[in-house]
């Protein structure tokens, strides 16, 4: 594994890490909601929080020297200043062009560790490199169920996820 890729995969290691992670006291609620919605420009509150989790994701692998070096951050609060807080599946889109970050379309082959949003305004972490030509992407999302669901009224959590590649609308490649 080249040191790209060694640092992509921190930032899957990193999502996996909140596996299991659920909502508590209704939907879009709890401490580990919260934890993941302080990671946005938002309060917390009972709002989906996809995006707020794949924030919280990229807030914590920019804790890694080699990781911000990489993308040419200087200081802790270089990185913190250049990080993601949107709270809008489609607002990695608007976030990876302003930062200078391939975006690609789903025709792209996936890599581990890119960015993935979906076409019913959803996003995630693509969890390993997509075989070529494969019809499916596994990933790690907040906000989701065991069902396939993006969103529900009860059990969402952190899920590993395979979804259909059609399901796709871009790419945010990191590094």
């Avoid at 994701?57 to 250049?82: D, F, K, Q, T, Y």
Wanted: glycine share 10%; charged share 20%; aromatic share 8%.
């Amino acid at each position: 594994m080249n040191e790209t890729a060694a640092l992509r995969r921190q930032l899957v290691d990193i999502a996996a890490t909140k596996l299991g992670c659920h909502e508590s006291g209704g939907n879009n609620l709890g401490p580990d909601v919260v934890l993941f919605q302080l990671a946005t420009a938002l309060a917390p509150g009972p709002w989906p929080w996809c995006a707020a989790f794949v924030d919280w994701c990229i807030r914590e692998w920019l804790r890694i020297e080699p990781v911000r070096a990489a993308l040419g951050l200087a200081s802790p609060r270089e990185a913190e200043n250049w990080r993601p807080r949107t709270a809008m599946a489609y607002g990695f889109e608007t976030w990876g062009r302003a930062a200078g970050l391939e975006v690609v379309p789903e025709g792209a082959v996936a890599r581990a560790g890119d960015l993935v949003t979906f076409d019913f305004s959803h996003v995630g972490i693509v969890a390993v490199d997509q075989p070529a030509h494969s019809g499916l992407l596994e990933t790690i999302e907040g906000n989701t169920n065991g069902a396939g669901a993006r969103d529900s009224a009860s059990g969402d959590g952190v899920w590993r996820k395979t979804r259909s590649v059609p399901l796709v609308k871009r790419y945010i490649r990191l590094l």
